[in-house]
């Protein structure tokens, strides 16, 4: 029996309900959802052709050149690939833009080669849009920060509690200067897009009260969804206050030897080394003005050194050497300036797991 086209959006994120974008490269490199694959039913310019076409001549024309476009071996290329993701994904669904005509086409073609497949009624217009209206109901509900000076594991935290929501980890950044991973950061749509899943699977699991990282307007080159970002003004903070050696050792393993051993999978040894160090003077250079140039040049020389050391011998003692200063002359000022605007917010305070089982006790539901 053939599935239904489906509206259920919330089943759709909650399930993690595999998601078959047929929308241009272009599209979907824009935004998407977490769940979803691109296996697009036109190029960048075939779409651009076709759209052209419409606003000049009009919907019947338009169609005629897509099948003129998207034919022959082009078409039988995309129809096997849709159906190998039809039979790798049983329960999974396809859409367009709007679930229009693009999506009834890649039915069509689909029902052809044998294959009954279901799409989102409404395409991804719709489910932006649900995702939108979730992100704007949860983000009034009752909401704890994780505040504390750089290194002291607050989006480690957040992993360990069932109500955390991760914005760095939906951002795929860290939020410094020394943030982005080798992966690349998500645009501002996916950015909201992952985040509005996550709040929505946490609401699903029961949680009404959220904990989230104290953050900045910015994380990279995203910005929090003002909502958000208004609420979490007003928010409550439970400080993480723990030593600098174990904040050092932190930031060494996140900074310098993870970083390290993805830019080498990422790039092959020789290139990964250069390009790791490349990295490392970028988060540098990035905090320059601020830092000021003399210490600026300084630290740069004593990370670079470092960075040959562990490349030699694997010797990491070296990178305490700037990150060190960086922390006590840089980080933690500054922090302590942010924090003493907001200070009357700070509702609990101590070290990580003290900091930790409070949330558990106090917001866990």
């Given at each position: ?164 929501i991760d914005l760095e980890g939906a951002a795929n ?118 830092l000021g140039y003399q210490r600026y040049e300084n ?67």
């Amino acid at each position: 029996m053939a599935r239904k086209n489906i509206e259920d959006y919330r089943e759709l994120f909650i399930r993690d309900i595999p998601l078959m974008d047929i929308r241009a490269p272009v599209e979907f490199a824009q935004g998407a959802f977490p769940a979803s694959v691109n296996h697009p039913l036109m190029t960048d310019s075939e779409r651009q052709a076709v759209g052209t076409c419409y606003k000049q001549q009009g919907q019947e024309a338009a169609i005629a050149l897509g099948h003129k476009l998207v034919c022959g071996e082009t078409k039988a290329a995309h129809v096997a690939q849709w159906k190998a993701f039809c039979e790798a994904n049983p329960q999974g669904y396809l859409y367009c833009f709007r679930g229009g005509l693009r999506s009834r086409i890649s039915q069509q073609w689909l029902k052809e080669a044998g294959v009954d497949y279901p799409m989102v009624i409404g395409g991804y217009k719709a489910l932006r849009r649900f995702l939108i209206d979730t992100l704007e109901d949860i983000v009034i509900q009752p909401k704890t920060l994780i505040g504390g000076n750089t290194g002291c594991g607050k989006t480690q935290m957040l992993t360990e509690l069932a109500n955390g929501i991760d914005l760095e980890g939906a951002a795929n950044h860290r939020g410094s200067s020394f943030g982005r991973y080798v992966s690349g950061q998500r645009t501002q749509i996916a950015f909201e897009n992952t985040l509005a899943v996550d709040m929505l699977k946490k609401q699903a699991a029961g949680h009404s009260h959220l904990v989230y990282e104290d953050e900045g307007r910015i994380i990279g080159s995203v910005s929090l969804p003002l909502p958000l970002l208004k609420t979490m003004q007003q928010a409550p903070i439970a400080l993480v206050d723990d030593p600098v050696d174990v904040r050092l050792e932190r930031l060494l393993a996140d900074y310098v030897v993870r970083m390290q051993q993805d830019f080498c999978l990422a790039y092959g040894d020789d290139a990964g080394w250069q390009q790791f160090a490349a990295y490392l003077a970028q988060g540098l250079f990035a905090i320059r003005k601020r830092l000021g140039y003399q210490r600026y040049e300084n630290l740069l020389a004593v990370q670079q050194l470092a960075i040959h050391r562990m490349q030699v011998d694997g010797t990491l003692d070296g990178h305490y050497d700037w990150l060190h200063p960086l922390l006590s002359e840089y980080y933690d000022p500054m922090y302590a300036y942010q924090l003493s605007k907001k200070a009357d917010r700070v509702v609990f305070r101590g070290r990580y797991v003290e900091v930790r089982d409070w949330l558990r006790d106090t917001t866990v539901k």
